[in-house]
């Protein structure tokens, strides 16, 4: 009689034992798909390319391997070479892993090699794991700018606007200023417009950025000084370059504006 008690107990304490391994099976594998669902909202809200957390391109800056310096060294070595250059891509290139493709595109960029990079650009959108990505595309334009290269800046912005990439305003602010400076005023004036017309708020930062930009184009200056006026009546926008903020100065307010907005 025992003996039939301590078994059923066993039994019972089994059927216990299971039945909280599967409640506790249950809530884990809750909680993940509770994790991933909260992951694709917070990826689907904010347009996907510009959610910093699932970026592609912000976590890039990494050491290059010594096959990525291998390829670096032969694609500027055959870059002179049309028919060479497209076969060792195919054969080469293509084998990459994604860190070592976006620091071979970085390197180009930091060299300012328009050519090369233009080639590793068109490689990476092409690859199954790419998302469109702010950050890809904000490198591409500033590389593109400090090379005067209007065609291909072009050929980059319907890229992006084909995907629907959308920039944040410190973003917008950075690459208009980069147009400006490289003396690209009519460029800057199209992404300036395409700002305009972006569904995020304004924010004073960019603005003053791209004024202290504008300053050799004074017409271009009253223009954007006055929608400066409009959009923050309450701020006060000096004209001298004096008066006006210098760089360190728009660090340490984009700092603060940045952490305000997070």
């Not at 328009?114 to 590793?120: D, N, T």
């Not at 950075?174 to 460029?187: E, H």
């Amino acid at each position: 009689m025992l003996r039939v008690a301590s078994t059923s107990l066993l039994r019972r304490g089994g059927g216990l034992k299971i039945a909280s391994l599967k409640t506790i099976d249950d809530l884990v594998c809750g909680a993940k798909q509770e994790e991933i669902g909260l992951c694709v909202r917070k990826f689907s809200g904010s347009g996907g390319a510009s959610c910093p957390s699932l970026s592609i391109w912000r976590g890039r800056k990494k050491e290059m391997g010594k096959e990525g310096l291998i390829i670096v060294k032969e694609l500027k070595r055959l870059k002179s070479n049309p028919v060479r250059l497209d076969r060792f891509m195919q054969a080469q290139v293509s084998r990459l892993l994604k860190t070592d493709l976006f620091a071979v595109l970085a390197e180009f960029q930091r060299q300012d090699q328009v050519f090369l990079s233009m080639k590793i650009y068109e490689t990476v959108r092409k690859e199954i794991w790419y998302r469109p990505d702010m950050f890809f595309y904000r490198d591409m334009l500033m590389m593109l700018a400090r090379n005067k290269e209007v065609k291909e800046t072009k050929r980059v912005w319907e890229d992006l606007k084909r995907e629907e990439v959308l920039f944040d305003q410190h973003t917008y602010g950075d690459i208009i200023r980069s147009f400006l400076d490289s003396g690209l005023q009519t460029v800057a004036v199209e992404i300036y417009e395409d700002m305009r017309q972006s569904p995020d708020p304004p924010l004073s930062l960019p603005y003053r950025v791209i004024l202290k930009g504008l300053l050799p184009y004074p017409e271009l200056r009253e223009r954007v000084k006055d929608d400066f006026l409009e959009l923050f009546p309450n701020m006060v926008m000096h004209d001298s370059s004096e008066d006006l903020c210098d760089d360190d100065e728009l660090g340490s307010e984009s700092e603060n504006e940045k952490s305000l907005n997070d």
